[in-house]
């Protein structure tokens, strides 16, 4: 499987971006998809993730992010989303789309994935 992250780029505070990842396989029925993030000098984190579509698609989010970020997925187009709103400065990082076959204990977990997407960048500006 492979993953190929899209959808970053420079916008403001308050403004809203939606990221994709694109799977060039059907994974939803059988894979946790994930999204992480990276800012500069920081390590990798959990932003949110949804179950496979054979464990019920449960969806999680970081405290950081819920209430503004929404996961989803479009089974016939092979493609996980992140939909951004109220973005903050904070946010500004590359941002990782991520899956695995395994059943997970955690979804929070990044070591736990086996497949990621090369990144995209989002830069919020004050």
């Known amino acids: 499987v492979q993953l190929q992250a899209s959808g970053g780029g420079l916008v403001q505070a308050g403004d809203s971006l939606r990221l994709s990842c694109a799977a060039s396989e059907r994974i939803f029925s059988t894979h946790t998809t994930a999204w992480f993030r990276q800012a500069p000098g920081k390590e990798r984190e959990f932003v949110a993730a949804?179950?496979?579509?054979?464990?019920?698609?449960?969806?999680y989010y970081s405290d950081s992010v819920k209430g503004r970020f929404t996961i989803s997925r479009d089974n016939a187009k092979n493609t996980l989303y992140l939909q951004m709103n109220s973005l903050r400065p904070e946010d500004t990082a590359v941002y990782y789309c991520a899956a695995s076959q395994a059943i997970l204990s955690s979804t929070t977990v990044a070591n736990y994935y086996r497949t990621w997407g090369q990144g995209t960048l989002v830069t919020v500006s004050s």
């Open positions: 949804i179950r496979s579509g054979g464990s019920g698609g449960r969806t």
